[in-house]
């Protein structure tokens, strides 16, 4: 079974800075593109950002130029560095699969971010 543990979550104000981790057991990360997702109170949850395993990257257009993906495969870990963070950004954060992958491991417990003053 392939077990994700995001870290990282904390609380900042507006402008603030965080960088997310999530470690991944398993083979996963040699396999398939990995990505980040979001979830705010009485939202779906959302793709923020993928890297292929080349690291080749894409974004939302809510974060583009304020977050950057990037992964470490040698340590099953993928990265999200979050820059002029804006109370909109606040939600719990999960990485996973990329959305077109095959196989969608089963969601951890996501790592909260709160942007507030």
């Known amino acids: 079974q392939v077990q994700l543990v995001e870290s990282g979550g904390d609380l900042v104000q507006p402008g603030g800075s965080l960088r997310l981790s999530c470690a991944a057991s398993?083979?996963?990360?040699?396999?398939?593109?990995m990505a980040w997702y979001r979830q705010a109170p009485g939202t779906q949850r959302e793709l923020v950002a993928a890297?292929?395993?080349?690291?080749?990257?894409n974004y939302a257009d809510s974060v583009k130029g304020r977050f950057t993906i990037s992964r470490d495969n040698a340590k099953n870990t993928v990265y999200l560095q979050m820059n002029s963070l804006k109370p909109e950004d606040t939600a719990v954060y999960y990485c996973?699969?990329?959305?077109?992958?095959?196989?969608?491991?089963?969601w951890g417990q996501g790592t909260q971010v709160t942007v507030s003053t």
């Open positions: 996973n699969t990329d959305p077109g992958a095959r196989y969608r491991a089963s």
């Open positions: 890297i292929t395993i080349g690291g080749i990257t």
């Open positions: 398993g083979s996963i990360f040699r396999i398939y593109a």
